[in-house]
């Protein structure tokens, strides 16, 4: 499957912005899907997850209650709505997806699929 992010770029501090992720190449529904997102020198860190099915999320503790993931799988494409922006959450964003045979679990980690990444950038 193959992953193409869209939605990053500069943004104040406390606004908002929307990642989009589309895929292709395989039938959507089959994969639970991820965000991830990396800081120059630092390993990539988990932000959220979504279940193929069911809406089932998952979030990092530091974008819990700011960010929302969600997917529509007509479309093909996976979502983070990312509100109340700090400075911190500067990083190049990955979507990151993972074939399931289970349509409620999401995943923190085990994905072999990864988009090209988005940069957002959150000034003070």
């Known amino acids: 499957v193959q992953l193409v992010e869209s939605g990053g770029g500069l943004q104040q501090a406390g606004g908002s912005l929307i990642l989009s992720c589309a895929a292709s190449g395989d039938i959507f529904s089959n994969y639970a899907m991820g965000w991830f997102r990396q800081t120059r020198g630092k390993e990539r860190e988990f932000v959220s997850a979504i279940s193929r099915g069911l809406g089932r999320t998952f979030y990092a503790e530091s974008v819990k209650g700011r960010f929302t993931i969600s997917r529509d799988n007509a479309k093909n494409t996976v979502y983070l709505q990312m509100n109340s922006l700090k400075p911190e959450d500067t990083a190049v964003y990955f979507c990151?997806?993972?074939?399931?045979?289970?349509?409620?679990?999401?995943?923190?980690?085990?994905?072999?699929?990864w988009g090209q990444g988005t940069q957002v950038t959150v000034s003070s």
């Open positions: 990151t997806a993972r074939w399931s045979n289970d349509v409620e679990s999401y995943y923190i980690n085990g994905y072999p699929y």
